[in-house]
């Protein structure tokens, strides 16, 4: 019995409302949608403490957090969120809280820009800062938001952090970086190069790594063109930043010459299988970076880690049936177990290893 009344004495409450409160933070920041936030238990919690101290937490740990000070979610986002937040409350038949309409109301004379940001926290507490466009599909590209492959992948590569251990990785598609930031970021490389074709890509992505914190070591770009934001945020000379590379790669103009200098140790990417027409491109890219020919200066790279949400299962099996013929092997590799990210974990993802047959 005592150790009962000790396991739910004040210390344990706290504990326990605090995991609830970082499960309302970590949902905002990534812009989670509404079935992902644990509104019911809010109701619930609101209803039997007959005040607002729960929600005024909830507020500091989400709007009026510094950090959505800085980088906040869309204008629409906030708009529903805070709208969730009242409904709860005025279920409850409390005073109305000031705070909570105030908020609002801020939000209201907001204009909404095309750019938001997302904000995914690591073990470590740190995070990961990205500025996203607001549409899925916006410039001719789906390249400008994260998808759900590379916050699993980037789970899977902080649990297995030897794989990436004083190696060098090139990455397929960065898109707007997540997967290669996170790794960046958890695992001592040797070097990281990110990649990708459509030129507005290549500029975002640029701007989330420097506001990462991340030091670039060479690329095409103006070094003037993030001045500004990257001292703003840097703080200091003496922060310690990972080197990495940006290229422009198009799989279908790849050359022999830029395949021998991106020849790395181990090759990523992530949500690249999503149309019939880009497979033969990849294939050949694959083929070139893993398969060695005489003459080349520099050895083919290892091994492959492809992480794909399955949305068409006949794309999918196209890619490997290509794979198959150029015989490269690829076998499915078990996911993470730990969940760092929110994301939805019941759509199909699956992680293939691939290598040369023998």
Partial sequence: MAVQERDN????????????????????FAMRCRDSFPMAELEDRLKNNRNSALLHRIL????????CKKYPPSVKYRRFFLSELIKKHEITGAEPLDDLYDALGEVLRSEDPLVCYKNYFLLSGENITLAENVAIISEGTTGLVTWEAALYFAEWAMENPEVFKCRTV??????????????????????YTFSDCHP????????????????????????????????SNNGSEEIQREK?????????????????????????ATDIIYDPEVIPNLVSVLQKLLVAT?????????????????RNPETY??????????????????????????????????????????
Avoid at 255 to 263: D, H, M, P, V, Y
Avoid at 328 to 356: D, Q, S, W
Wanted: charged share 25%.
């Fill in 294 to 310: 005489p003459g080349r200066k520099t050895k083919a790279s290892s091994v492959v880690y492809l992480a794909s949400t399955v």
């Fill in 317 to 358: 099996h196209q890619f490997k049936m290509e794979l198959d013929k150029i015989g490269i092997e690829h076998h499915k590799m078990r996911g993470p177990a730990t969940e760092v990210f929110p994301y939805n974990r019941c759509i199909k993802i699956e992680l293939l290893k691939l290598y040369c047959g023998t």
């Fill in 60 to 67: 500091r740990q989400t709007v009026l957090h510094p950090l």
């Fill in 244 to 268: 990495v590379n940006i290229v422009r790669l198009d799989w279908g103009e790849v050359t022999q010459e830029q395949i021998s200098e991106l020849q790395s140790d181990i090759i990523i």
């Fill in 200 to 231: 507005n890509v290549l500029k975002q992505l640029r701007k989330n790594i420097i506001r990462n914190n991340l030091l670039i070591d060479s690329d095409t770009w103006n070094s003037k063109e993030c001045e500004g934001e990257n001292q």
């Fill in 9 to 28: 004495g004040p210390e344990w409450r706290e504990r326990e409302e605090g995991g609830f409160l970082l499960t309302f933070q970590r949902l905002f």
């Fill in 170 to 191: 090139l990455e397929l598609g960065s898109g707007i970086g997540l997967a290669g930031i996170a790794i960046c970021k958890t695992c001592h490389l040797k070097q």
